[in-house]
């Protein structure tokens, strides 16, 4: 790869973390106004159907076991982007993204030994920890905690799952079915647990904000991966917490304390050093 094309995949990635942010945040007023569950299964549904139109998958041509990994990404996804979503909109987007990173950092020490594999998650659990907690409680409500939580584990399980589906598919195959399942979990379960509401009148903003988030995130970062590594790619989008909490105090005046922010910084570089560690080991085990 050139280095205008590790350039240009660097690009690709900071504009996914930037959609993706703004696009949370730009929503909070009609997710908390609409609901979020049926306004997050609304944009998924979104962005399911411009990538049918932009794939146009063959949908005959998949194998059982595809559709088995597709339907287990899918659900995977529907987990990861409700639960943020919902999460987004009870708590600070910055302190939001930051707990959901909790699922990349799970995965990468998982597979490392010695001290990293214990060293690391502290660190990303004392900075969560300096986000939620003072000496007098919660500093936002803690059900918005625990679904960031969710998140975090859709995260995790959508990272695993998605190894594999990059085996099976070609990447935008696999996206693109696997969006197809997301959409086909969430709008059920977005509108039994919010049945009632105007949610016709605010299809178009719903659109575009699907294509915020999560449509042009997911392609941007395809695009990202094919000319950067893995590596470098995960060190990039362990910088998303910064943009979340930009975003949220432009676009919200959402303010941070100062406890609140070390606690972000703490988990940044928790992810950052799991991704550096976890290629290290990767690069020293043997074939």
Request: net charge positive.
């Amino acid at each position: 790869m050139t280095p205008s094309g590790r350039l240009a995949g660097v690009g690709f990635a900071v504009c996914a973390m930037i959609s993706a942010q703004l696009g949370a945040v730009v929503s909070v007023p009609l997710m908390v106004s609409e609901g979020s569950f049926r306004t997050s299964a609304l944009r998924l549904l979104c962005a399911a159907v411009f990538s049918l139109a932009y794939v146009r998958p063959n949908f005959r041509s998949y194998k059982r076991h595809e559709w088995k990994a597709a339907i287990a990404l899918g659900i995977a996804m529907s987990l990861m982007v409700m639960c943020y979503f919902t999460a987004v909109s009870m708590i600070p987007a910055g302190a939001a993204i930051a707990i959901q990173f909790l699922g990349p950092v799970g995965v990468a020490v998982y597979s490392m030994r010695g001290w990293s594999r214990f060293a690391l998650p502290g660190l990303a659990a004392v900075g969560v920890m300096a986000i939620s907690l003072d000496g007098e409680g919660w500093l936002f409500s803690p059900i918005g905690g625990f679904f960031a939580l969710g998140g975090a584990a859709g995260w995790a399980a959508y990272i695993v799952l998605m190894r594999h589906i990059g085996k099976l598919f070609s990447a935008q195959d696999g996206l693109c079915l696997s969006l197809l399942i997301a959409a086909i979990v969430a709008v059920p379960i977005g509108f039994l647990l919010e049945p009632t509401g105007e949610w016709l009148p605010h299809i178009p903003a719903i659109i575009g904000l699907a294509l915020l988030a999560p449509f042009i995130p997911f392609v941007l970062e395809m695009m990202a991966l094919r000319r950067i590594e893995m590596g470098t790619f995960s060190i990039l989008m362990s910088l998303e917490p910064a943009f979340g909490m930009l975003f949220g105090l432009v676009v919200l005046q959402q303010y941070l304390s100062l406890q609140q922010i070390s606690g972000v910084l703490a988990v940044m570089c928790a992810s950052v050093g799991a991704v550096l560690l976890s290629s290290k080991a990767s690069q020293h085990s043997p074939a």
